[in-house]
């Protein structure tokens, strides 16, 4: 079974970075546009950021504009999250998805086929 594999999560201090990584178990997703999704306690899960399938283009929740950066690297199947600047509101279980073929939206969450497991990300301040 196909499995999208998160890592990279952990506890830092408000102002420190984070990366993350999402793996596909099975190379079957290249040529999926990928994002990150992520879900703080008490909230539903929200967009943060997405990539098409060659990496040319790249979208962002405003929340996140300017210290996130979202990337792939197709050679190893795996997209990135580096998370800069990071705040105490960014405190989630954060989650990689594959947007679906025929997609219409970057943010609707029922646009997406395949999630990952999720991995935690705690701020504190």
């Known amino acids: 079974q196909v499995q999208l594999i998160e890592s990279g999560g952990g506890l830092v201090q408000a102002g420190e970075s984070l990366r993350l990584s999402c793996t596909a178990s099975?190379?079957?997703?290249?040529?999926?546009?990928r994002s990150w999704f992520r879900q703080a306690p008490g909230k539903e899960r929200e967009f943060v950021a997405g990539?098409?399938?060659?990496?040319?283009?790249?979208y962002y929740a405003d929340s996140v504009k300017g210290r996130f950066t979202i990337s792939r690297d197709n050679t190893q199947d795996t997209v990135y999250l580096q998370m800069n600047s990071l705040k105490p509101e960014d405190t989630a279980v954060y989650y990689c998805?594959?947007?679906?073929?025929?997609?219409?939206?970057?943010?609707?969450?029922?646009?997406?086929?395949?999630w990952g497991q999720g991995t935690q990300v705690t701020v504190s301040s």
């Open positions: 998805a594959t947007r679906g073929p025929f997609a219409s939206t970057w943010y609707d969450e029922n646009d997406y086929d395949y």
């Open positions: 099975v190379r079957t997703f290249i040529s999926y546009a």
């Open positions: 990539i098409t399938w060659r990496g040319r283009d790249t």
